[in-house]
Nanobody, 125 residues
C-alpha cells in the first residue's frame, strides 16, 4: 500500500491550504486515516483523524480551523486548513491504520500501517 500527500505550500498567516492524500494498494474504506505533523526539531504531533465511518477528531490547537474529510470512492483523504498560524509550520504526513474500534491519536509512525512521504507547509509573512 501507498500514501501520497500533496498541497503543501508557503502561505501568509491567516491564509488557507488544502492538503490531499491519495491512497492505493490497500482496503482504504477499512482504515482510519490520520494527519500527523512534525515541525523542525520537534517530535511528531497528531493533528486530526477520521475513522472508517467518517467520525472526525482534532487536536485542541486546530479545532475550528482545520477540517478533515475522506472520499472512499476516490481513496482520498483531505485536510482543509484555515486561519493558518506560523506555529502550523511543519511537514504534514498522512497515515492509515486498520480500524480496530478506537481511532489512535498518536504521532508515532509505529502506530500506523501506512505512512506517506510528507508535504511541507510553511506559514510565514
Amino acid at each position: 500500500g501507498q500514501l501520497v500527500e500533496s498541497g503543501g505550500d508557503t502561505v501568509q498567516p491567516g491564509g488557507s491550504l488544502r492538503l490531499s492524500c491519495a491512497a492505493s494498494g490497500f482496503a482504504f474504506e477499512k482504515h482510519d486515516m490520520t494527519w500527523v505533523r512534525q515541525a523542525s526539531g520537534k517530535k511528531p504531533e497528531w493533528v486530526s483523524g477520521i475513522d472508517r465511518d467518517g467520525e472526525t477528531y482534532y487536536t485542541e490547537s486546530v479545532k475550528g480551523r482545520f477540517t478533515i474529510s475522506r472520499d472512499n470512492a476516490k481513496n482520498m483523504v483531505y485536510l482543509q486548513m484555515n486561519s493558518l498560524k506560523p506555529e502550523d509550520t511543519a511537514v504534514y504526513y498522512c497515515a492509515g491504520r486498520y480500524h480496530i474500534g478506537t481511532i489512535v491519536a498518536g504521532g508515532d509512525r509505529a502506530y500506523y500501517h501506512y505512512w506517506g512521504q510528507g508535504t511541507q507547509v510553511t506559514v510565514s509573512s
